[in-house]
């Protein structure tokens, strides 16, 4: 059943963004209708032309939407003024919220980004490289053996790592507790033991740089997709 009642404090537009994504990451793309978004916030199916195009435009809108997101947050959360350390910090906490709050969002980007129009995922993938490098110019600064330029793919790396860990919520969470199912750790557990993984996780990648004195990875370790 959907969440009407929560929804309903919402402006429209984003009672459809929060339907659409919800029934898209439950059900993919391809097998939900408007008719059905339509539905679940209440107005007949046609009525949501008046806010979205079709199906296409609320999947870009929600995608491009949480990229753009992201990255303003990240370029906020950075620019603290309260040095590298303290902005890597804060990167974590924010992309912790983010997935923990939004984890439809985080299906919907595995499983549709296919989905999306040339030139929409394209501009998803421009923003997504944006935030990337951001990061990685934080964590090379938080962490001075991976600031020499030979670890560089070291840093690019455990970044993309560290993106996969936070992103794992959908799976590592558990049931969504919105719907009123049990969860394996509580949020607050979670958000904590995922900051905790991704400090260590850039803490172990600047002592590996500096134990090999060359800044190369690992043997056997892998690299990001470009």
């Known amino acids: ?132 490098e951001l990061w990685v110019d934080v964590v090379r600064q938080a962490y001075p053996p991976l600031a020499d330029p030979a670890a560089e793919p070291v840093a690019r790396a455990t970044v993309h790592a560290v993106f996969g860990l936070i992103n794992s919520t959908p799976h590592s969470l558990g049931p969504n507790p919105d719907q009123g199912e049990r969860s394996a750790l509580q949020r607050d557990g979670m958000a904590a033991l995922l900051h905790t993984l991704a400090h260590g996780a850039f803490a172990a990648a600047a002592d590996s740089a500096a134990a090999s004195g060359d800044g190369s990875a690992p043997a056997g370790a892998l690299s990001p997709e470009p």
């Open 1 to 132: 059943m959907p969440n009407v009642p929560a929804a309903s404090a919402l402006p429209r537009r984003d009672q459809i963004r929060r339907e659409a994504a919800r029934l898209f990451a439950a059900r993919g793309f391809l097998g939900v209708g408007v008719d059905e978004i339509g539905k679940a916030v209440g107005i007949s199916g046609p009525g949501l032309y008046r806010h979205f195009a079709g199906k296409d435009a609320m999947l870009a809108d929600l995608l491009i939407g949480i990229s753009e997101r992201l990255l303003e947050e990240g370029r906020r959360r950075a620019g603290g003024g309260d040095g590298p350390v303290a902005a890597l910090d804060a990167l974590i906490g924010g992309h912790v919220d983010f997935a923990l709050n939004d984890r439809d969002l985080i299906t919907l980007h595995d499983r549709e980004l296919l989905n999306l129009k040339e030139e929409d995922r394209r501009t998803v993938r421009r923003l997504q490289r944006g935030y990337v």
